[in-house]
């Protein structure tokens, strides 16, 4: 039976989806490595021109990514995914890391993955997470991540209360969401107003998630302004761009073009809005996986990987920081020239294992709850 989410797409893109779901399955064991995940499979090119993938470092939150989204697989499928483990025994190794996690976002998503997998030690998890999430300021992304997984957690107190007010808040003044939110600084001055695509869909999951469990009207409509704004942006061939401005939703920086965003985070959040009842936006999702469609060499089936992203020969990055500045001195102003100097043309040959997780997560999962 195919899975709700994949029912809504078109034959071709059902298809496509499917496809890209067994592929994940297949990708995952190659960056298993004794009940943890590295943090990329990095692209070695062989003498006589064929690619191998190296497993390269360690990755905390990239475990926990990964055991959202094998939480949505048959028993028989996840212990395929974890080389014979099972969704049970990869979260219970982050929990038992717990102390050792010192940053919000990463607390959060163990959190999140217990909560969702029905963890006896949920309540350390959250207790982990309040010890970490007292600073005054926070990135977007880790702030998203809170409210999401005390949604999942179902914690109904001040807790929840104050990271609702906190993500509500970070759209005040503004159409898109900002790098980081609360007082102080935690990015330059002169890119304050710039926000990426990953801050926008994870406050957009976790208010949708929000609204799904709670009816928080005030959540949905948040949820909706940021889907609107991404949705208006989207690049003619389905691109979800990189860099917007938060105060006007336009686009600062388009590249690089993140397979991660087209297959599964993009689509991801847009889903769970429709889940809570707010648009369906099943185009624009269709748009963007049509990106990746008509890039069959970014699908490596041989290596059970998608190559990571498509981006400016700008190894410095200088583009974005040169945009970021510009807009910051005068609303909408891109440098146009730099398009010429920089062209889109490096692809990076890396995958890493949150991205697989999250493709498993996007398309099998309902408003939090493993289909």
């Known amino acids: 039976m195919t899975d709700h989410r994949i029912a809504l797409l078109s034959s071709g893109h059902q298809d496509f989806v499917t496809g890209m779901v067994d592929l994940a399955v ?158 102080g600084s935690l990015v330059p001055r002169y890119r304050a107003h710039v926000g990426c695509f990953a801050d926008q869909v994870y406050p957009l999951q976790a208010l949708a998630r929000l609204h799904a469990a709670t009816g928080d009207d005030a959540a949905l409509n948040a949820a909706e302004q940021v889907a609107r704004g991404i949705c208006a942006a989207q690049g003619p061939d389905g691109e979800w761009w990189w860099h917007y401005d938060a105060r006007t939703g336009s686009v600062v920086e388009g590249f690089p073009v993140y397979s991660v965003h087209q297959l599964s985070m993009g689509p991801m959040a847009l889903l769970d809005l429709a889940d809570a009842g707010g648009t369906a936006y099943v185009a624009e999702i269709e748009k963007g996986l049509g990106w990746m469609m008509a890039r069959p060499g970014f699908v490596r089936d041989d290596l059970a990987l998608t190559w990571r992203k498509e981006a400016r020969n700008d190894p410095r990055k200088l583009v974005r920081g040169l945009r970021a500045a510009a807009t910051g001195v005068h609303r909408g102003l891109r440098l146009g020239v730099l398009d010429r100097l920089y062209p889109p043309v490096a692809v990076d040959r890396e995958c890493r294992p949150y991205e697989l997780g999250w493709l498993l997560y996007a398309w099998l999962t309902r408003s939090g709850q493993t289909s």
């Open 26 to 183: 297949r990708g995952l064991p190659p960056a298993y490595e004794d009940g943890e995940f590295v943090f990329t499979r990095r692209a070695r090119r062989e003498p006589g021109g064929t690619w191998t993938a190296v497993p390269e470092g360690r990755s905390i939150r990239y475990a926990a990514i990964v055991a959202l989204g094998v939480a949505a697989l048959d028993e028989h499928r996840q212990r395929a995914a974890l080389a014979g483990d099972d969704v049970h025994d990869l979260v219970g190794t982050l929990v038992k890391r717990l102390p050792e996690v010192s940053g919000v976002g990463d607390a959060a998503l163990i959190c999140w993955a217990a909560a969702e997998t029905g963890h006896a030690d949920l309540g350390r998890a959250l207790d982990r997470l309040d010890e970490l999430d007292t600073a005054p300021h926070l990135h977007t992304v880790e702030a998203a991540w809170a409210l999401a997984a005390l949604v999942a957690a179902r914690v109904g107190d001040a807790r929840l209360e104050r990271a609702r007010a906190r993500l509500l808040g970070g759209l005040t003044g503004n159409r898109l969401y900002p790098h980081a939110l609360g007082e």
